[in-house]
């Protein structure tokens, strides 16, 4: 079956400080691969996307690039700012039989302190 | 309206009752679909409804869980017989259509259901 491994947290950085959240994944056929993050007393929201191998979604300064070869798809920011805590989740949508369903992580907690 | 709506904000019940968390897609948007969010658990998927075609059920993890959803619009995730590993965070997201593999879907703010 499809499934999604985040790295577990809670992260906590200085602000300012580089950030990678890794994610890997399992699935059948060529999924989409997602970031979502929640912020606190928020819903969740879309951060980035990518749709096919060697893309790379991006927005907010977060970039993430889709690996096939190493089944990834690892969140990073340069310059991580407090208003940045919240909780991250790596999603993939597998389309096929299971279209339009998505398999979360299990979410990493990310704290910035000033 | 603007976004996906969710009702009630948050939901106490005694264990054994039934309980309908409602959920308002966003206008226009032929898919929908239920997930549960709780501690150790993180986000499972539920139900997923596409137009007029049979929901996707494959996630609901018993027979006490159902949804329905009228006139491909509004939808209602029935609870019955509550038990207390049923307390968790329900979420509802809506998106617009089945665009091939990448489909963006957005979510409300959630049910929080505690059954005590």
């Known amino acids: 079956g499809n499934s999604v491994t985040q790295m577990e947290g809670p992260v906590t950085l200085s602000e300012e400080a580089f950030l990678t959240i890794n994610c890997t994944y399992t699935?059948?056929?060529?999924?989409?691969l997602f970031w979502y993050v929640q912020y606190p007393g928020e819903g969740l929201q879309l951060l980035l996307k990518?749709?096919?191998?060697?893309d790379k979604g991006s927005n907010k300064g977060f970039e993430a690039t889709y690996r096939k070869e190493t089944t990834s798809f690892h969140l990073e920011k340069g310059s991580v700012q407090v208003s940045d805590s919240a909780v991250y989740f790596c999603a993939l949508n597998a389309g096929g039989t299971s279209y339009g369903k998505l398999t979360f992580g299990q979410g990493t907690i990310l704290t910035v302190h000033p | 309206g603007a976004g996906v709506s969710q009702s009630p904000s948050n939901k106490v019940t005694e264990k054994g009752k039934d309980v309908e968390l409602r959920c308002d897609p966003i206008s226009g948007h032929t898919a929908l679909y239920w997930y549960r969010q709780s501690l150790g658990q993180g986000l499972e998927f539920l139900i997923y409804?596409?137009?007029?075609?049979?929901?996707?059920k494959s996630g609901l993890p018993s027979d006490r869980f159902s949804a329905e959803r009228t006139g491909g619009s509004v939808s209602t995730l029935t609870i019955q017989r509550t038990q207390q590993e049923d307390s968790a965070v329900y979420l509802c997201a809506s998106s617009l259509a089945e665009t091939g593999v990448s489909t963006e879907a957005f979510f409300g703010q959630g049910t929080r259901l505690t059954v005590v």
């Open positions: 409804f596409q137009g007029n075609s049979a929901p996707d």
């Open positions: 699935a059948t056929g060529y999924p989409s």
């Open positions: 990518a749709t096919k191998a060697d």
